[in-house]
């Protein structure tokens, strides 16, 4: 059986949010990829983390969405499908607003100056890495509109990893710069999903 996202009138509506919402990344993935070739970042690796091992998993997961034993029910394909493009959707303008609320400072590669301003407004009143949490809900939304369950268990574990190694690498350079502004950012907010990580 083909899986929804790849039948009429449905591949229509996914190519088009995925082209809405992936498109702006490609400034920050270019802008990353000349700061890293310059010797400007201290990233470590974890830009070369999320592009390859990110994707990867969203090869690996359409691939796994022909498979039959992990399709969704299908009363449920559609609705997953509309839950998916909602998610990447929502991730995607959260992404955009930390755009605007970093400025300069939003950067695809881990960068930072001793005079960096820590932002607490917005999305970063509640939470240190919220463009994570719109990365990881924009990979969830994928694999939601794959109707299949390994694909999207496959993103979210994958995705959660690879957001996981850039936060650490992010936080331990920001705390070497930054320093006590930054120690202090970390001890009133969680990473990337409210109230728990």
């Given at each position: 059986m083909t899986p929804t996202a790849f039948t009429w009138p449905y591949w229509l509506m996914l190519a088009a949010v995925l082209i809405w919402a992936y498109v702006p990344e490609l400034k920050i993935v270019?802008?990353?990829r000349t700061a890293?070739?310059?010797?400007?970042?201290r990233d470590a690796g974890s830009f070369q983390v999320i592009i390859y091992a990110g994707g990867f998993a969203s090869v690996l997961a359409v691939a796994l969405a022909w498979v039959p034993l992990w399709h969704m029910s299908g009363a449920v394909r559609p609705i997953a499908f509309g839950l998916g493009l909602l998610l990447i959707i929502l991730g995607s303008l959260l992404r955009r607003h930390c755009f605007r609320m970093l400025g300069s400072s939003f950067t695809g590669d881990v960068r930072a100056t001793p005079d960096?301003?820590?932002v607490n407004t917005g999305a970063y009143q509640f939470l240190r890495h919220p463009s994570y949490t719109a990365g990881l809900l924009m990979n969830i939304g994928f694999g939601l509109t794959?109707?299949?369950?390994?694909?999207?268990?496959?993103?979210?574990?994958?995705?959660?990893?690879?957001?996981?190694?850039r936060i650490a690498v992010?936080?331990?350079?920001?705390l070497a710069v930054v320093g006590a502004p930054y120690r202090e950012f970390m001890s009133t907010r969680r990473?990337?999903?409210p109230f728990v990580y």
């Open positions: 270019r802008s990353a890293i070739n310059r010797g400007n970042s960096q301003r820590i794959l109707g299949n369950w390994l694909s999207l268990m496959l993103l979210t574990v994958v995705v959660f990893g690879v957001y996981s190694y992010e936080e331990r350079a920001l990473r990337m999903i």
